[in-house]
């Protein structure tokens, strides 16, 4: 194909075939023929047995599409990205996060905030984690970096709530205690071992 | 005129006007559920078991909805055009012979509320009044929409009635007579005397028309929402608009009885079945037939809609009544 004519914009101008009729028809007899074999084809009657079909297929053989949404979930793809969720130390039930800023510094949209400090153990304490979940893309980039799979991408699609501070406080994102039994892991450094129950010792400050 | 004989077409007329408004309401009900069944959903389901109250719910929003009556309209004319349809609808149902009739405790019952010997022109006639409710209240509406339904309407309705009227001449010729109940007793002797056997083409001419007539979806181009947003019922709201849709429901009704009482063998015992039943029988396989074509067919044009009315189904009406003419004269 010529430039010529990829610049010819007067498109209606141009050799177009109409492709849904094959032979059309030009005088009023041919006209006439194809009318009485349209109307004694019965299209519309393979249009009702389809609908028919379809009916039949619903009511009895469980082919029905609804999903009857609050009552009635579809099961989500475990790679989904939805709300984030902190994931805690099965030993003790405390925040996995060790408070390294990396996906504070990673997040490209800048809705992660994090306040740390050395407590008393000199050792590093989160005090604020939030997610503004207003401006959040739902990269994964976070829950990509954090070294220690603290923060994942869970399950959790419905997004409307009365409250912004449903989603942004670390209380609910974090797995709450007598949730912990159901964390679901993901593997990497930082996910617990597949023979993890042997191994597994509660931390001496929880005796 | 005897007291026992106003009471009784009194009580016969709150009967139909009760019953059929119900059944209106109820069809509403039905067309959701099998038009969402033949989708593959489920349909209303929320009120009550199987969302059988939906109607009781619809009904209420109808009721509480603002009544709404754009600024340049013609007020009387905009208020007065759902009342001509739901009225109309009902009127043509005085006409119908519905079952056949019957002893309620040692009275006979004659399910008729008038027995007039021109029962099918009276029916026809009125039905064909009915289409003076979309045209004034698409007119009336200051609104483009609006104004191309009722346009729509006139030629849709006023076609259509050619239509019907010729397709049903070949069986009255047959007949002899424009009372349904004759009509009806013409076809006593059981399946092989029905008259879709000696009028398929009528049967089916007339069927064509009736959709068109009602306004059912192949040819609902009144309120076609994809071409004309609502076509003359874009303005209307709450009750008015709840009245434009009760006249359509009953104007179903009516062609179903109609169509069985002419071609299906009317309330005449069908085999084991009584008449009474047979006739419900037959108009809610009709009924079905009208939404299982709007959930399997697709629009057309007004100018194919004008194609197939003047230039297919006037022609072959001519045709079978002149057939019909000739095997009566030979």
């Known amino acids: 194909m010529g430039l010529d004519k990829l610049k010819d914009r007067n498109i209606s101008m141009g050799e177009y075939i109409n492709v849904l009729e094959d032979e059309y028809p030009k005088t009023g007899w041919e006209e006439f023929k194809q009318i009485v074999k349209r109307s004694v084809k019965g299209e519309l009657f393979v249009g009702l047995k389809i609908v028919w079909n379809m009916m039949t297929g619903a009511l009895f053989k469980g082919e029905m599409h609804t999903v009857q949404y609050p009552a009635e979930k579809l099961p989500i793809g475990p790679r989904?990205?939805?709300?984030?969720?902190?994931?805690?130390?099965?030993?003790?039930?405390?925040?996995?996060c060790i408070g390294c800023g990396l996906c504070e510094k990673i997040c490209i949209s800048n809705c992660i905030r994090m306040e740390t400090k050395i407590d008393e153990n000199s050792r590093k304490e989160v005090m604020e984690y939030s997610i503004n979940l207003g401006r959040c893309i739902f990269c994964g980039y976070c829950a990509e970096v954090c070294p220690e799979l603290a923060i994942v991408h869970a399950g959790r699609y419905e997004n409307a709530s009365e409250q912004?501070?449903?989603?942004?406080?670390?209380?609910?994102?974090?797995?709450?205690?007598?949730?912990?039994?159901?964390?679901?892991e993901y593997p990497g450094f930082g996910a617990v071992s597949p023979d993890a129950d042997e191994k597994i010792k509660k931390t001496p400050l929880s005796y | 005129m005897e007291t026992g004989f106003i009471i009784e077409t009194i009580i016969k007329a709150i009967v139909i006007l009760a019953v059929f408004s119900a059944i209106a309401g109820f069809t509403t009900y039905i067309e959701r559920k099998i038009l969402a069944f033949m989708q593959r959903r489920l349909g209303p389901m929320n009120v009550g078991p199987q969302g059988v109250l939906q109607i009781a719910a619809d009904g209420i929003k109808l009721f509480m909805k603002e009544?709404?009556?754009?600024?340049?309209?013609?007020?009387?004319?905009?208020?007065?055009?759902?009342?001509?349809?739901a009225s109309t609808a009902f009127i043509a149902m005085s006409a119908v012979p519905f079952f056949p009739e019957f002893e309620l405790f040692g009275y006979t019952v004659r399910p008729i509320l008038s027995d007039i010997n021109v029962g099918i022109l009276f029916v026809m006639g009125v039905a064909s009044v009915g289409l003076y409710g979309p045209l004034l209240g698409g007119m009336s509406s200051a609104?483009?929409?609006?104004?191309?339904?009722?346009?729509?309407?006139?030629?849709?309705?006023?076609?259509?009635?050619?239509?019907?009227?010729?397709?049903?001449l070949a069986p009255l010729m047959l007949v002899g007579s424009l009372s349904l109940i004759d009509i009806n007793a013409y076809q006593a002797g059981g399946f092989s005397d029905w008259l879709i056997w000696s009028q398929p083409l009528a049967f089916v001419l007339f069927l064509i028309a009736g959709f068109a007539e009602t306004n059912r979806t192949p040819f609902d181009l009144l309120e076609?929402?994809?071409?004309?947003?609502?076509?003359?019922?874009?303005e209307y709201s709450g009750m008015r608009w709840g009245m434009f849709f009760i006249g359509e429901y009953a104007n179903l009704f009516t062609i179903s009885f109609i169509v069985s009482l002419i071609f299906l063998g009317?309330?005449?015992?069908?085999w084991f079945i009584p008449g009474g039943l047979a006739i419900i029988l037959k108009v809610m396989v009709l009924i079905f037939f009208f939404l299982w074509t709007r959930a399997a067919w697709p629009h057309i044009r007004p100018d194919q809609l004008m194609w197939l009315c003047w230039k297919i189904l006037m022609p072959l009406a001519v045709i079978n009544i002149l057939i019909t003419g000739f095997v009566m004269m030979f």
């Open chain 2, 224 to 234: 076609h929402e994809a071409e004309i947003v609502a076509g003359y019922a874009t």
């Open chain 1, 164 to 184: 912004r501070a449903h989603f942004v406080l670390k209380e609910d994102l974090l797995t709450p205690l007598d949730k912990l039994k159901e964390q679901k």
């Open chain 2, 143 to 168: 609104n483009k929409w609006s104004l191309l339904g009722g346009a729509r309407t006139a030629i849709q309705l006023l076609s259509y009635e050619v239509v019907s009227g010729l397709a049903l």
């Open chain 2, 67 to 85: 009544d709404f009556v754009p600024q340049n309209a013609a007020r009387p004319v905009f208020k007065i055009a759902p009342l001509i349809t």
């Open chain 1, 80 to 96: 989904y990205r939805a709300v984030h969720k902190l994931l805690a130390l099965l030993e003790s039930g405390e925040n996995r």
């Open chain 2, 266 to 270: 009317g309330f005449n015992d069908l």
